[in-house]
């Protein structure tokens, strides 16, 4: 408890210390063994508890995204940020599901024509805010399922989990599913 008050003291010390156009990120990863929970908060922008122990790995400067790996060596990777970061949406105009087309729309694209991958939109949801999709080599060397999702607030969330034979299509889907349904922002 003392750990939560020290991080709460310090989230306020810093967002009362305002930067003009900076925002000061508190990234944090806790694992709760009785109740087999890791949880990754990245402040402001969006936390999430991944069901099991999660090991931090790297971090990807460039995208934000965060790796974990589990017991399994399953692989994944959270990214939470604005959604006026892009520059398909520098002016910030695009929101909610809007946003999501336009990202998934920039991202697929990059992927095909610099990379020449296979992308296939699996699902998307207007109502909760989420486009699932899977992005493949044809030797299947890369093997990834993405999830983008937006909060009201227009902070995006990327989850997504790599190549791995441990895991099927199916439970690679229902996992982040539940991770961006279950997701407390």
């Given at each position: 408890m003392k750990n939560i008050l020290i991080l709460f003291c310090s989230v306020l010390l810093l967002t009362s210390c305002h930067i003009q156009q900076a925002t000061s990120i508190i990234s944090f990863v806790d694992y709760n063994s009785k109740k087999n929970k890791t949880d990754y908060l990245y402040f402001p922008y969006g936390d999430v508890s991944l069901p099991g122990k999660w090991v931090e790995t790297k971090y990807d400067s460039n995208s934000k995204q965060q790796y974990f790996t589990n017991q399994d060596s399953v692989?994944?990777?959270?990214?939470?940020?604005?959604?006026?970061k892009f520059e398909f949406n520098?002016?910030?105009n695009k929101k909610g599901f809007e946003f999501l087309e336009a990202f998934y729309n920039w991202e697929s694209?990059?992927?095909i024509e610099e990379h020449n991958l296979l992308v296939e939109k699996i699902e998307e949801d207007t109502t909760t805010n989420f486009i699932l999709w899977h992005?493949?080599?044809?030797?299947?060397?890369?093997?990834?399922?993405?999830?983008f999702g937006i909060s009201p607030n227009c902070s995006f969330s990327n989850f997504s989990i790599q190549a791995t034979k441990k895991w099927s299509s199916e439970k690679k889907i229902e996992f982040l599913k539940n991770l961006y349904?279950?997701?407390s922002n």
């Amino acid at each position: 408890m003392k750990n939560i008050l020290i991080l709460f003291c310090s989230v306020l010390l810093l967002t009362s210390c305002h930067i003009q156009q900076a925002t000061s990120i508190i990234s944090f990863v806790d694992y709760n063994s009785k109740k087999n929970k890791t949880d990754y908060l990245y402040f402001p922008y969006g936390d999430v508890s991944l069901p099991g122990k999660w090991v931090e790995t790297k971090y990807d400067s460039n995208s934000k995204q965060q790796y974990f790996t589990n017991q399994d060596s399953v692989i994944i990777a959270i990214a939470f940020g604005p959604c006026n970061k892009f520059e398909f949406n520098a002016d910030g105009n695009k929101k909610g599901f809007e946003f999501l087309e336009a990202f998934y729309n920039w991202e697929s694209k990059y992927f095909i024509e610099e990379h020449n991958l296979l992308v296939e939109k699996i699902e998307e949801d207007t109502t909760t805010n989420f486009i699932l999709w899977h992005v493949e080599s044809e030797d299947r060397k890369l093997d990834t399922y993405l999830l983008f999702g937006i909060s009201p607030n227009c902070s995006f969330s990327n989850f997504s989990i790599q190549a791995t034979k441990k895991w099927s299509s199916e439970k690679k889907i229902e996992f982040l599913k539940n991770l961006y349904l279950n997701e407390s922002n």
